[in-house]
């Protein structure tokens, strides 16, 4: 079949008919021809991660992966075709009752997988339903939880069981109700008329200077518009989020593989793409730095500026240091003495969603369309790159298709507003996958020496730590990392005598920033294999020696802080929680070879911003003239839950369904500004601006109503879209006559601010009697929480098998319950997936991963049972008693992990992820009688 001819099949019994041009998937035809977007594209067309699967002829099939010429006169299903009459599939009811999506971004693909093994299968097990979901990559919960979904739609199709659904259940879950039909749009969904599409060309030099770049025969390509460079920016030509060090694009050095530096603007991608390749660029390279720890070292090449502070060092771009007590008198007093080092590998986030923005003209000015979190910042890079004020920019927030942190930092913002501030014409900048993995931040790799003190009867009184973070070529996040490293190095545990240095540190590698857990599971990981291998050296229970050091009323942080009713006391509540379920969980059944591990770690992490920052977020409710009601925030969600957290929130203190009440987040336009999502922080600040202004609202109608018709306060009442007098059920107006009413404000608006908080001082000197410590209070809130693990592992082939993960968190009130489990499980899914298969190497500073398929993710059928336990102790300054715990989840378990390990086979593993070459090595080691780790005081 050739260009000239045209290629006729089905979609959802509808007859099409499309050019068959060369090179044009289905997905695109999908997509781009019949704006079928519920579709998705993540991947670059390996047909490995599932976002795109359709039905061909009765097999799901990754549409990624089929030319047109492929499917004349096939029949084929997308999910736009399932629901018939305005009744969903129940496949589509499932997936909402059951909670499984969050972001929603991968659940088309799922629930199309599902569809055609239900089609095949009409009663299949869940580990058949597992299986069908294999190569449908899910970075949250929605792995975890779609089986059952499937195998309970396979009973209602049945006839076997009934759904509880009907016409209010679809306003109640409007938004979930959006993500299985796959009517919600992300930002590529979107399409503007005479939209451009653009490009980047990046170095391929992990460090160089650039000679030349010549873009001339680039220009002269077919459909290209323009080729944007470093000499276009009318702005600033450095942008970041903490620190702007990171060029818009280079122009006379790069530092990592990756950066940017030009942007091809076309009518096309594919022109576009095209003509990245006629850009020449001349570089001279330049020594690399690969390891920080080198980077640290004297006559290491320099990759920044020296600074004030680092006067000698330009690759230190923070030293973090914590002083508690006498460092030297606590080693004294300690029995046993035990030291470690451990390292913890990049972890890429993997979100599903591509990024991607798209710049408008507008004004003097533009708006940028696309998923974030943090729409502020987007505004002020993009501004500041542009050259014109603040208010001259929206950031008009997407629905995002999945973050963990990794949607802090710019990445096709600045280069999608610049281009259409400059062309004046709509233009779409979206990454590849290969690009995304290729230049978008990851978790900081860190090198961790710990040194440990302990008494006889089990008391932990000195700490020393040295932490080292690569950081990467640019600064990110990468001090509010390092930070959170250190202020956490010691676990929820009280530690008398402390110091702790950590470093985030310059290299060439790929820029760590922002990532779930926020430079916590690091230190986490070394701290609690020591906790592990002090208990067994002093002959006690890992359980009960952690209660005996836990956090608890009164107790100080390794930082000073102290623990009271203010931020929260949770932490021996999580260790019991998950000591009781360990004792009543069925041990697996025994294959040749494998030995049975249970192991226990414990973590905990702030809540909000804390350190002095203030931290703020707006909020903005009003009646509308049809009776509903608009909650506007700054806030967004991405897919955490918070939007329901919201709407729970709103409808308990407004006394109205939700379904009532409509929420609007994330325009920096139209909305009150709220902050970055980040530091679960979004349910705890966010929540309480929306506890006050329902309550502003609720109050000035109860104040009009009462003077119009003298009605006590207390027997006011929503009813059906009525005002209702309670003991009367008097009608005494509807919702739309009131918001309408003369004299009646129809609007409330706060800003709600969070308590203070202090910043750390960084002592140069211990300080013996610590009297400034107790007034420190670093954080108005934290989270704790503990897991537990079940696994074997096989002595011959050193393969670990999980099966059931226990994680007990503490979360103040349960607003959303079913988000809050969800992200447990989502968390200890990937913190599984750090503990033992993900990996995104380097070497020589280039990156070794250019797929999702090769990242050693773990796909649904391998899969633990993860139980969560929701500790509720209300917070008396959190919302209704919440507060966040989005971050912590993951954490405990790549410990949990290690120490069950050597609970099955008596050995350690210090560097993540523990592979099955790792354990024979280590099985090796202790073969050939290699002195562990462990000694006592008098032989340091």
Same mark, same amino acid.
């Given at each position: 079949?050739?260009?000239?001819?045209?290629?006729?099949?089905?979609?959802?019994?509808?007859?099409?008919?499309?050019?068959?041009?060369?090179?044009?998937?289905?997905?695109?035809?999908?997509?781009?021809?019949?704006?079928?977007?519920?579709?998705?594209?993540?991947?670059?067309?390996?047909?490995?991660?599932?976002?795109?699967?359709?039905?061909?002829?009765?097999?799901?099939?990754?549409?990624?992966?089929?030319?047109?010429?492929?499917?004349?006169?096939?029949?084929?299903?997308?999910?736009?075709?399932?629901?018939?009459?305005?009744?969903?599939?129940?496949?589509?009811?499932?997936?909402?009752?059951?909670?499984?999506?969050?972001?929603?971004?991968?659940?088309?693909?799922?629930?199309?997988?599902?569809?055609?093994?239900?089609?095949?299968?009409?009663?299949?097990?869940?580990?058949?339903?597992?299986?069908?979901?294999?190569?449908?990559?899910?970075?949250? /919960?929605?792995?975890?939880?779609?089986?059952?979904?499937?195998?309970?739609?396979?009973?209602?199709?049945?006839?076997?069981?009934?759904?509880?659904?009907?016409?209010?259940?679809?306003?109640?879950?409007?938004?979930?109700?959006?993500?299985?039909?796959?009517?919600?749009?992300?930002?590529?969904?979107?399409?503007?008329?005479?939209?451009?599409?653009?490009?980047?060309?990046?170095?391929?030099?992990?460090?160089?200077?650039?000679?030349?770049?010549?873009?001339?025969?680039?220009?002269?390509?077919?459909?290209?518009?323009?080729?944007?460079?470093?000499?276009?920016?009318?702005?600033?030509?450095?942008?970041?989020?903490?620190?702007?060090?990171?060029?818009?694009?280079?122009?006379?050095?790069?530092?990592?593989?990756?950066?940017?530096?030009?942007?091809?603007?076309?009518?096309?991608?594919?022109?576009?793409?095209?003509?990245?390749?006629?850009?020449?660029?001349?570089?001279?390279?330049?020594?690399?730095?690969?390891?920080?720890?080198?980077?640290?070292?004297?006559?290491?090449?320099?990759?920044?500026?020296?600074?004030?502070?680092?006067?000698?060092?330009?690759?230190?771009?923070?030293?973090?240091?914590?002083?508690?007590?006498?460092?030297?008198?606590?080693?004294?007093?300690?029995?046993?003495?035990?030291?470690?080092?451990?390292?913890?590998?990049?972890?890429?986030?993997?979100?599903?969603?591509?990024?991607?923005?798209?710049?408008?003209?507008?004004?003097?000015?533009?708006?940028?369309?696309?998923?974030?979190?943090?729409?502020?910042?987007?505004?002020?890079?993009?501004?500041?790159?542009?050259?014109?004020?603040?208010?001259?920019?929206?950031?008009?927030?997407?629905?995002?298709?999945?973050?963990?942190?990794?949607?802090?930092?710019?990445?096709?913002?600045?280069?999608?507003?610049?281009?259409?501030?400059?062309?004046?014409?709509?233009?779409?900048?979206?990454?590849?996958?290969?690009?995304?993995?290729?230049?978008?931040?990851?978790?900081?790799?860190?090198?961790?020496?710990?040194?440990?003190?302990?008494?006889?009867?089990?008391?932990?009184?000195?700490?020393?730590?040295?932490?080292?973070?690569?950081?990467?070529?640019?600064?990110?996040?990468?001090?509010?990392?390092?930070?959170?490293?250190?202020?956490?190095?010691?676990?929820?545990?009280?530690?008398?005598?402390?110091?702790?240095?950590?470093?985030?540190?310059?290299?060439?590698?790929?820029?760590?920033?922002?990532?779930?857990?926020?430079?916590?599971?690091?230190?986490?990981?070394?701290?609690?294999?020591?906790?592990?291998?002090?208990?067994?050296?002093?002959?006690?229970?890992?359980?009960?020696?952690?209660?005996?050091?836990?956090?608890?009323?009164?107790?100080?942080?390794?930082?000073?802080?102290?623990?009271?009713?203010?931020?929260?006391?949770?932490?021996?509540?999580?260790?019991?929680?998950?000591?009781?379920?360990?004792?009543?969980?069925?041990?697996?059944?025994?294959?040749?070879?494998?030995?049975?591990?249970?192991?226990?770690?414990?973590?905990?992490?702030?809540?909000?911003?804390?350190?002095?920052?203030?931290?703020?977020?707006?909020?903005?409710?009003?009646?509308?003239?049809?009776?509903?009601?608009?909650?506007?925030?700054?806030?967004?969600?991405?897919?955490?839950?918070?939007?329901?957290?919201?709407?729970?929130?709103?409808?308990?203190?407004?006394?109205?369904?939700?379904?009532?009440?409509?929420?609007?987040?994330?325009?920096?336009?139209?909305?009150?500004?709220?902050?970055?999502?980040?530091?679960?922080?979004?349910?705890?600040?966010?929540?309480?601006?929306?506890?006050?202004?329902?309550?502003?609202?609720?109050?000035?109608?109860?104040?009009?109503?009462?003077?119009?018709?003298?009605?006590?306060?207390?027997?006011?009442?929503?009813?059906?879209?009525?005002?209702?007098?309670?003991?009367?059920?008097?009608?005494?107006?509807?919702?739309?006559?009131?918001?309408?009413?003369?004299?009646?404000?129809?609007?409330?608006?706060?800003?709600?601010?969070?308590?203070?908080?202090?910043?750390?001082?960084?002592?140069?000197?211990?300080?013996?009697?610590?009297?400034?410590?107790?007034?420190?209070?670093?954080?108005?809130?934290?989270?704790?929480?503990?897991?537990?693990?079940?696994?074997?592992?096989?002595?011959?082939?050193?393969?670990?098998?999980?099966?059931?993960?226990?994680?007990?968190?503490?979360?103040?009130?349960?607003?959303?319950?079913?988000?809050?489990?969800?992200?447990?499980?989502?968390?200890?899914?990937?913190?599984?997936?750090?503990?033992?298969?993900?990996?995104?190497?380097?070497?020589?500073?280039?990156?070794?991963?250019?797929?999702? /398929?090769?990242?050693?993710?773990?796909?649904?059928?391998?899969?633990?049972?993860?139980?969560?336990?929701?500790?509720?102790?209300?917070?008396?300054?959190?919302?209704?008693?919440?507060?966040?715990?989005?971050?912590?989840?993951? /954490?405990?378990?790549?410990?949990?992990?290690?120490?069950?390990?050597?609970?099955?086979?008596?050995?350690?593993?210090?560097?993540?992820?523990?592979?099955?070459?790792?354990?024979?090595?280590?099985?090796?080691?202790?073969?050939?009688?290699?002195?562990?780790?462990?000694?006592?005081?008098?032989?340091?």
């Amino acid at each position: 079949m050739n260009s000239n001819q045209f290629v006729s099949f089905k979609v959802n019994g509808n007859e099409v008919t499309l050019p068959a041009l060369p090179k044009r998937t289905l997905l695109h035809a999908l997509r781009e021809e019949l704006n079928l977007t519920g579709s998705k594209q993540a991947c670059d067309n390996e047909g490995f991660c599932g976002a795109c699967t359709v039905i061909v002829d009765g097999s799901a099939r990754p549409s990624c992966r089929i030319s047109l010429e492929q499917i004349a006169g096939c029949e084929i299903e997308t999910i736009e075709g399932l629901a018939h009459n305005g009744e969903l599939h129940p496949l589509q009811k499932t997936f909402v009752l059951e909670h499984v999506s969050q972001c929603g971004y991968a659940t088309p693909g799922q629930i199309m997988s599902a569809k055609a093994l239900l089609d095949r299968n009409p009663n299949p097990t869940r580990e058949e339903a597992s299986e069908a979901l294999r190569y449908n990559i899910s970075r949250c /919960s929605a792995g975890y939880r779609a089986p059952e979904a499937i195998t309970k739609a396979a009973a209602v199709l049945r006839g076997d069981i009934t759904l509880d659904w009907d016409k209010s259940t679809d306003a109640h879950e409007r938004n979930a109700v959006s993500k299985v039909t796959g009517a919600i749009k992300y930002t590529d969904d979107l399409a503007f008329p005479g939209m451009l599409f653009g490009r980047v060309k990046r170095s391929d030099f992990p460090h160089a200077v650039i000679e030349k770049i010549d873009k001339k025969t680039a220009q002269q390509m077919p459909g290209v518009i323009a080729v944007i460079t470093a000499e276009d920016v009318p702005g600033q030509k450095l942008y970041g989020l903490l620190k702007p060090d990171q060029p818009v694009f280079c122009d006379t050095l790069v530092l990592t593989v990756g950066d940017a530096l030009a942007l091809v603007v076309a009518d096309s991608f594919e022109h576009a793409e095209a003509a990245l390749e006629k850009i020449s660029v001349t570089y001279k390279p330049l020594p690399v730095v690969s390891d920080p720890r080198q980077s640290l070292l004297p006559g290491s090449h320099q990759l920044h500026p020296a600074t004030e502070e680092f006067k000698a060092n330009g690759n230190v771009n923070r030293h973090v240091k914590i002083r508690k007590g006498d460092i030297e008198e606590g080693f004294k007093l300690s029995d046993f003495i035990i030291e470690g080092d451990y390292t913890t590998p990049f972890q890429e986030h993997a979100y599903e969603e591509l990024e991607c923005s798209i710049g408008l003209p507008e004004g003097e000015g533009v708006v940028v369309y696309c998923g974030s979190q943090g729409p502020v910042f987007d505004r002020a890079q993009i501004a500041a790159a542009i050259g014109i004020p603040e208010n001259l920019v929206r950031v008009a927030h997407m629905p995002v298709g999945g973050g963990f942190g990794g949607k802090e930092d710019v990445s096709t913002q600045i280069q999608a507003g610049l281009a259409a501030y400059l062309l004046k014409r709509p233009v779409k900048v979206r990454f590849s996958r290969a690009e995304s993995l290729s230049t978008h931040h990851k978790r900081h790799a860190e090198f961790m020496h710990y040194k440990t003190g302990v008494t006889k009867d089990g008391r932990v009184i000195a700490l020393e730590a040295h932490i080292v973070g690569d950081t990467g070529a640019y600064a990110s996040t990468g001090e509010a990392v390092l930070f959170r490293s250190a202020t956490f190095a010691g676990g929820p545990y009280e530690i008398p005598h402390v110091k702790v240095d950590a470093f985030a540190v310059y290299t060439n590698n790929i820029t760590c920033g922002a990532f779930r857990g926020f430079g916590s599971p690091q230190p986490c990981f070394a701290a609690e294999i020591q906790m592990e291998k002090l208990a067994h050296k002093i002959g006690m229970d890992p359980i009960e020696f952690r209660l005996k050091n836990a956090l608890t009323m009164g107790s100080s942080t390794i930082t000073g802080s102290i623990i009271n009713e203010e931020v929260g006391d949770g932490i021996r509540q999580c260790i019991e929680a998950v000591r009781d379920a360990l004792k009543k969980s069925l041990s697996p059944i025994l294959k040749s070879g494998e030995k049975l591990g249970i192991g226990i770690a414990a973590s905990y992490k702030n809540v909000g911003l804390g350190s002095g920052i203030p931290d703020n977020v707006g909020a903005k409710l009003s009646l509308q003239e049809n009776g509903t009601f608009l909650l506007r925030l700054g806030a967004t969600d991405l897919g955490q839950g918070s939007t329901e957290t919201f709407l729970n929130i709103a409808s308990e203190i407004l006394c109205v369904p939700r379904s009532n009440i409509y929420l609007h987040m994330g325009d920096t336009r139209d909305d009150p500004q709220a902050g970055m999502t980040t530091a679960s922080r979004i349910t705890f600040v966010a929540g309480n601006a929306v506890v006050i202004v329902s309550k502003m609202l609720l109050e000035q109608i109860q104040a009009y109503v009462h003077n119009q018709w003298q009605v006590p306060l207390d027997l006011i009442a929503f009813h059906d879209g009525y005002v209702i007098r309670k003991d009367t059920q008097d009608t005494l107006i509807t919702l739309s006559q009131l918001a309408q009413a003369k004299g009646f404000n129809s609007v409330a608006q706060t800003v709600y601010e969070a308590p203070k908080t202090q910043p750390m001082p960084e002592w140069a000197s211990p300080v013996p009697n610590n009297t400034d410590l107790a007034s420190n209070n670093l954080h108005f809130a934290y989270s704790f929480g503990a897991q537990g693990v079940v696994l074997t592992v096989n002595e011959l082939t050193g393969v670990i098998k999980t099966h059931r993960v226990i994680a007990a968190l503490d979360c103040g009130r349960a607003l959303n319950r079913p988000g809050a489990e969800g992200q447990i499980e989502g968390g200890v899914i990937q913190g599984l997936g750090f503990a033992l298969s993900e990996h995104f190497t380097m070497k020589n500073c280039r990156p070794e991963v250019t797929s999702l /398929s090769n990242l050693g993710l773990l796909l649904t059928p391998d899969l633990p049972v993860v139980e969560a336990i929701l500790i509720e102790q209300p917070h008396p300054t959190g919302p209704l008693g919440a507060k966040g715990m989005g971050e912590l989840p993951l /954490s405990a378990t790549g410990p949990a992990v290690a120490n069950a390990l050597y609970d099955a086979i008596g050995v350690w593993v210090h560097d993540l992820p523990i592979t099955p070459e790792k354990v024979l090595a280590a099985l090796h080691a202790k073969k050939m009688g290699t002195p562990e780790n462990l000694s006592n005081r008098k032989g340091i």
